[in-house]
């Protein structure tokens, strides 16, 4: 009797050992840590209930993998990502975000009411935030002369719809390190179309001039020698 309870005992913890080994448990266990560590697994849940339908609904068709910036794809952390990245939201003054100023501009012939349903929609996401995480408001990236800032911050936000995987205007694309240097005369940032390109104003197309910020940055990171950083 005894026996056979050790054995039972040895057969559980045998497969509690299977389970907390398995790669599935594993990852499992990944994915929270690392949400926990970004700090934004609130946020990214909160505005995938809120925000983030209303987007996918009235402005997937174009702002979906096809037209920078892209905000309303369907994966919650890739829209908001890139939303907080390219400073298109503010949590702490909703009116004053670029979505809701876009859209009373008159943007597609689009209804003030929507402008004023965004606007809900983002005062219910900041509200919810201060909630769950104190007041936690995810702030974008500095915007400094390294390839991953310039990137996240300016790259991804307003050049990779026309210029990535999906669709390679004048067969540039700007979502690599080494695609990117295609573009690049390294240390000659007034001989790289890159800088060129925007600094004129050409680029990006269809959309308001880059910064003198992000000119400078773009400029300061040829400049030094284009590192991948
Ligand atoms: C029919 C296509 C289409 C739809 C739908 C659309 N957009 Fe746009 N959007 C564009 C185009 C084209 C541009 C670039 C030209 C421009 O800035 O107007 C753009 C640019 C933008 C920009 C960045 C440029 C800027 O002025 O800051 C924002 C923000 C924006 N749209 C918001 C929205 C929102 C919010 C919705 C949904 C409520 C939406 N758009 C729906 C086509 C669309
Ligand atoms: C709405 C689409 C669109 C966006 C957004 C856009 N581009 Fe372009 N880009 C184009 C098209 C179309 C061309 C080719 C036509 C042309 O040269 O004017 C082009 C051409 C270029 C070229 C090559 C110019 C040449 O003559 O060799 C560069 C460099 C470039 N883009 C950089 C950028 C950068 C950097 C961004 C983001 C800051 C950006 N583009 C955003 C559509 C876009």
Known sequence: ??????????????????????????????????????????????????????????????????????FAVTDPLQAHNTLINSNLVNLSNAAASRLVTKIQGGHNSFSTALATQIQTAIEDWASQLQTVNGGGIPAPPPLEATFSSISQRILEPKCVGCHGPTKAASGKRYDTYAATLGTVHVGVPTDSSLYTECQSGQMPENAPHLSAEELDVIYQWILVGAPNN
Do not use: W, Y
């Open 1 to 70: 009797m005894c026996f056979k309870m050790k054995q039972l005992i040895t057969v559980i913890l045998g497969l509690i050992s299977i389970i907390a080994c398995s790669p599935e448990f594993q990852q499992g266990a990944l994915d929270i840590g690392l949400l926990g560590l970004a700090g934004s697994a609130d946020s990214v849940g909160i505005f995938s209930s809120t925000l983030h339908p209303l987007l996918v609904a009235n402005c997937g068709s174009c702002h979906g993998l096809n037209q920078s910036p892209k």
